[in-house]
């Protein structure tokens, strides 16, 4: 149990094009989705707290326009990277917090890989 | 100061050994603590998660919470080569966003 799915794992596209990223949970409902970014070598960084059918909750220094949230379902967030420039090229990972779990762990999707050229 | 701290490593210990991770914090309010592993380019994974202080064990892992000192431990038994991985620490007040340590690259050597 507690599933998460990306999608894709990886994709390139061209510098100044939009990119979007799927979050599933599989096997249980979320009603808060989180979004991270990881670069080499480094911790997670929080970019965005998704909460379903409310508007995301964006950390500091994090462009709202740039990175598009949207928590459309208890089982499915997105993460859009409007415009986006070789700088923006990570790795993305989200995480879902179990609706039924009084813990409230976080289970994490395999990430995924984007690169800009 | 961060409010998490722990040793990047990396750390390298032969196939077998008892190895011991852990991390520090500052805030006195987390109290829901969590161990997570992360093979290279893949996805953060749930190892141990315990609610205030104590002890947990599920197999070879077993976690360890002292907020008196405020410091966490995972400890890992008879570690296998597969047990090579980056194993991050996490915590949280309640319902609320997790803090990351920065995570501790681990070498299990056969």
């Known amino acids: 149990g507690a599933v998460v799915s990306q999608h894709p794992s990886w994709v390139i596209c061209k510098s100044g094009t939009s990119v979007k990223i799927e979050c599933r949970s599989l096997d249980f409902q979320a009603t808060t989705m989180f979004w991270y970014r990881q670069f080499p070598k480094q911790s997670l960084m929080l970019m965005a707290t998704s909460n379903e059918g409310s508007k995301a909750t964006y950390e500091q220094g994090v462009e709202k326009d740039k990175f598009l949230i949207n928590h459309a379902s208890l089982t499915l967030s997105t993460l859009t990277v409007t415009s986006a420039h070789p700088e923006d090229s990570s790795f993305y990972i989200c995480?879902?917090?179990?609706?039924?779990?009084?813990?409230?762990?976080?289970?994490f999707g395999p990430g995924t890989r984007l690169t800009v050229t | 100061q961060k409010e998490v701290e722990q040793d990047p490593g990396p750390l390298s210990v032969p196939e077998g050994a008892i190895v011991s991770l852990n991390c520090t914090y500052s805030n006195s309010a987390f109290q829901y603590f969590m161990w997570y592993r992360q093979y290279s380019r893949k996805g953060p994974e749930l190892l141990m998660y315990?609610?205030?202080?104590g002890n947990k064990e599920d197999g070879r892992f077993t976690a360890q919470v002292d907020k008196s000192s405020k410091y966490i431990s995972l400890f890992i038994r008879d570690s296998q080569p597969s047990d090579s991985a980056t194993y991050l620490c996490?915590?949280?007040?309640?319902?609320?966003?997790?803090?990351f340590g920065q995570g501790t690259r681990l070498t299990i050597n056969p």
């Open positions: 995480s879902a917090m179990n609706r039924d779990s009084p813990s409230g762990e976080q289970y």
């Open positions: 996490a915590m949280r007040p309640g319902a609320q966003k997790l803090v």
């Open positions: 315990t609610y205030s202080s």
